[in-house]
């Protein structure tokens, strides 16, 4: 979950309740609040009607003051004009793939990585087709990042499978690297997910021009490829960080 995120929704709830009833409602910036709220993707289309044609605290109170006279009834009114809002934002909690992500990479000086996952988390819903070339890309910077730092070359124009097969060889994730069938299956099944997610963002990314009639992508469809992008790239991070793959101790 953006705790960040949760806590501006929050805070703008606890404020207005406190604003409209009289009590302690602090010293919240309400328009940097609201501000912030709705310009993004994520959570502009949840924002309470109300905020949106409230542009200033004096509005807000001019709303409220005429549509309730007992403060009880201003409270569970806001309350409930808030709970979708600050749902959804916890329902972005119960992917722990995103959470995964996000806790990694704090620890990976990787910025491109970084930008690119914050573009993900803001167009998985508003924007599926960009949600799905930004997975594809941010693992081949992932596997870039890999053979970047273990001073293994590649050609500028390699593609994502083979990309991937480079970094799995150097990280002993090849399926031909194992004798036991089970391991094969796995790595082999990695392997077939890259090279699905090149075809799915060549069929439903933003990455070409489509035809009349082309197929478009709803959010389940970024969602696919959002978690099957960010689980291969956390597999491989984590499986670099733990083998101690650095330049220092492989090239020393």
């Given amino acids: 979950m953006d705790q960040e995120l949760y806590k ?26 609201r501000t912030a709220l709705l310009s993004n993707p994520i959570t502009k289309d949840l924002v309470p009607n109300f905020v949106k044609k409230s542009r200033d605290i004096g509005q807000f109170w001019a709303f409220i003051k005429h549509k309730f006279a007992h403060y009880q009834e201003r409270r569970t009114f806001l309350w409930d004009e808030f709970r979708p809002l600050l749902e959804k934002i916890e329902t972005l909690a119960e992917n722990p793939v995103s959470e995964s992500m996000e806790s990694t990479l704090k620890n990976i000086d990787i910025e491109n990585v970084k930008s690119i996952w914050m573009k993900i988390t803001k167009r998985r819903e508003e924007d599926p087709e960009g949600a799905i070339t930004a997975a594809r890309s941010m693992l081949e910077s992932v596997c870039k990042y890999i053979l970047d730092e273990m001073n293994i070359t590649y050609s500028n124009k390699i593609d994502l499978p083979e990309l991937y097969k480079m970094v799995a060889k150097n990280l002993n994730l090849a399926p031909d690297q194992y004798t036991e069938e089970i391991f094969k299956q796995i790595l082999g099944g990695v392997q077939s997910v890259v090279q699905g997610l090149g075809a799915l963002r060549n069929k439903l990314g933003d990455a070409h021009g489509k035809g009349k009639g082309g197929p478009k992508p709803n959010s389940r469809h970024a969602e696919l490829a959002i978690n099957m992008a960010g689980s291969i790239s956390l597999f491989l991070l984590e499986t670099f960080n733990a083998r101690g793959l650095n330049k220092k101790e492989v090239f020393e």
């Fill in 8 to 33: 501006k929704a929050e805070d703008l709830q606890n404020y207005l309740v406190g604003y409209a009833t009289s009590d302690n409602y602090g010293s919240y910036d309400y328009q940097e609040l």
